[in-house]
């Protein structure tokens, strides 16, 4: 099981945990996991495709250069994809979409950032409590994520959206 | 989304420019060809929450409109026209705006649920399925702020308050 496997299975125990009574610290902590299991699933999948083979601790190093920010850019983008057409706003123009952003693709993008955002208040903010159905559908949206991206890793656009996680603050440049 | 009405409506909160406080319209007035206009143009009567003084007669370019209400006014579009069917259970909503973790503006959409401990998967994949559908139905609507669509118990608010 990846790592990331491993979180999501994670989240969904201590979503459920306690039945009666869900204690904050397990719902806020099934919250941040079920966001670092995406997180995790896109920065093995951005480093498999950039280091495909290579010398140990390379494809490490690649996971770990990805940041948060990046990712949130990148994943607002491909979530107006439905809106603007095709074309994620502010992809450079030279690289070529192979075919419109699929339903899927847009999904995982809307779902990344609004799991980021839950993460960040699950981490830091004591001013709003999490209950039992929040969290379930925050698990469900990640398990969603990681059921969507089964089906569009294989498409032409992954490697763009892969590509984009990792470089969108950089391509402009 | 063309569908979504943004006139103004009798009981509507707005600030009015060049005034302090804010005011409910009592009364709105289109003009005789609003039908034909792509938004609404004619006037509205207010009335000072707090002190009673009333504007009569005064257009609605000198209202000023919260931030929220295209949203609001969208779900409530949604409650008669369900892309995905609007949950019962689903006992209120709020809307909120301000900034994002990122600093960047953002609507935070909430929607309020009866408190359940154990929630069933159906309901679950079927809550997770609208919250979708809202947010879809938001950004097509290009809004200046993202929206952020949430689901929460309704116990929660007064476990804060306890």
């Not at chain 1, 419109?100 to 993460?119: D, Y």
């Not at chain 2, 929220?68 to 909503?93: H, M, Q, T």
Request: net charge negative; hydrophobic share 40%; glycine share 4%.
């Amino acid at each position: 099981m990846s790592l990331a496997e491993e979180l999501l299975a994670q989240a969904r125990f201590l979503a459920n945990l306690d039945p009666q009574s869900p204690s904050q610290a397990n719902l806020r902590r099934a919250v941040s996991s079920a966001y670092y299991a995406v997180f995790h699933l896109f920065s093995a999948e951005v480093a498999a495709q950039i280091v495909p083979v290579g010398p140990s601790g390379l494809r490490e190093r690649t996971q770990r250069a990805l940041n948060h920010n990046s990712m949130y850019k990148a994943a607002e983008s491909f979530s107006l994809c439905s809106l603007a057409g095709t074309r994620p706003r502010n992809l450079p123009m030279d690289i070529d979409l192979p075919g419109p952003v699929s339903a899927e693709l847009i999904s995982v993008a809307k779902g990344f950032k609004r799991l980021q955002e839950e993460r960040h208040a699950a981490d830091y903010d004591v001013s709003k409590p999490f209950d039992r159905t929040r969290t379930l559908v925050l698990v469900a949206t990640a398990e969603g994520i990681f059921a969507d991206w089964l089906k569009e890793k294989a498409s032409g656009n992954a490697p763009v959206f892969l590509a984009s996680l990792m470089f969108w603050q950089l391509w402009n440049k | 989304m063309a569908e979504i009405n943004l006139d103004p409506r009798p009981g509507e909160e707005v600030l009015v420019r060049g005034h302090s406080g804010r005011f409910k319209i009592t009364n709105v007035d289109p003009c005789v060809d609003s039908h034909r206009l792509p938004k609404f143009y004619g006037w509205v009567d207010v009335e000072h929450l707090t002190t009673g003084f009333k504007l009569l007669h005064i257009p609605v370019e000198a209202l000023i409109f919260d931030d929220e209400r295209p949203v609001y006014r969208a779900i409530e579009w949604l409650k008669g026209n369900p892309v995905v069917p609007f949950p019962d259970y689903i006992v209120d909503y709020r809307v909120e705006s301000r900034e994002d973790h990122q600093g960047n503006p953002a609507f935070f959409i909430c929607f309020f649920v009866e408190p359940d401990d154990q929630p069933s998967p159906e309901k679950i994949k079927e809550l997770n399925r609208f919250l979708g559908s809202v947010e879809t139905m938001l950004l097509s609507l290009s809004l200046d702020r993202w929206p952020y669509v949430q689901v929460s118990e309704k116990r929660s608010l007064l476990d804060v308050a306890s």
